[in-house]
Every structure is written in C-alpha cells, then in structure tokens.
C-alpha cells in the first residue's frame, strides 16, 4: 500500500501552494480523498509527480481543461496526446510568429521617435493613432 501524505506535504513536494492543489481538484483535474470523520484527507504520494506534470503541461501553454484531456487519455491513446501536443506547438508557433511582428513594429516606432527627438510631437504616438495595428 502505498504511503499517504497530506496536502500541505504534497503541496511541498510538489512545489505548489495548498489553493492550487485546492483549485486542481475543484475543477477536478485530481481527485479529492474521502475526508476521515477525525483527522485530516491524506493523499497518495503519486499524487506529487501528477501535480508536477500540470505544472509542466502549463509552461508549455496546455490550458488546465487540455491537462485534464490529457491526464483522463493517459497511456491509452498516444496519438490523441500527440495531435494535441502538435496543436499546441502550431499555437505557439504563431504566437511567436505574431510577437517576432510586433517586435519588428516596435523597432520602427523607436527608430521613428529616435528621428523625430527634437520636434513638438511625438512620432510614436502619431503613427499608433494613424496606423491601425
């Protein structure tokens, strides 16, 4: 039988606040353990490496509710994970895509305020009221 901890030592463990094992479970992204009429819920250790794949899942922009997809697919069925997984990344390849452009843009209006330093107006805010970006 496996060792069972409670929640403050998983939220330790797993490197997160008490609310959002909390929050996880009200969305029920993990199960919440009976509570025993005396004492407190105690979960199972596995519980840790769970909590730390959401965590994981949500650097690399999964949603919570693409998590819980994820987590009720488990092993059964790769190719799902995998189309998910290549979702994402044409998700995230067109934020990058839409950030490298309004880089670029911000470039310009510095170069154009950088130009226009000793004139009574400034060239930033002129082209952002002009130009619809």
């Known amino acids: 039988m496996e060792n069972k901890i409670t929640i403050g030592h998983l939220a330790k463990q797993a490197n997160v606040n008490v609310e959002t094992i909390r929050y996880y479970q ?11 009429t005396e ?7 596995s ?3 769970i909590i730390k794949f959401i965590k994981r899942a949500q650097k690399l922009t999964f949603t919570l ?9 488990g092993n059964r069925d790769c190719n799902k994970i ?3 997984a290549k979702s994402k990344r044409d998700a995230v390849q067109v934020k990058i ?3 490298i452009a309004a880089r670029d843009e911000l470039d310009c209006l510095i170069d154009a305020c950088e130009a226009s330093e000793h004139t009574t107006s400034c ?3 002129l082209s952002l009221t002009e130009n619809n970006i």
């Open 26 to 36: 009200r969305l029920n992204i993990v199960e919440k353990p009976p509570k025993p």
């Open 39 to 45: 004492g407190f819920r105690l979960y199972p250790q």
């Open 47 to 49: 519980l840790i490496g």
């Open 65 to 73: 509710a693409e998590i819980k997809k994820i987590l009720q697919l």
């Open 82 to 84: 995998k189309y998910l």
């Open 97 to 99: 895509e839409e950030l």
């Open 123 to 125: 060239a930033l805010i």
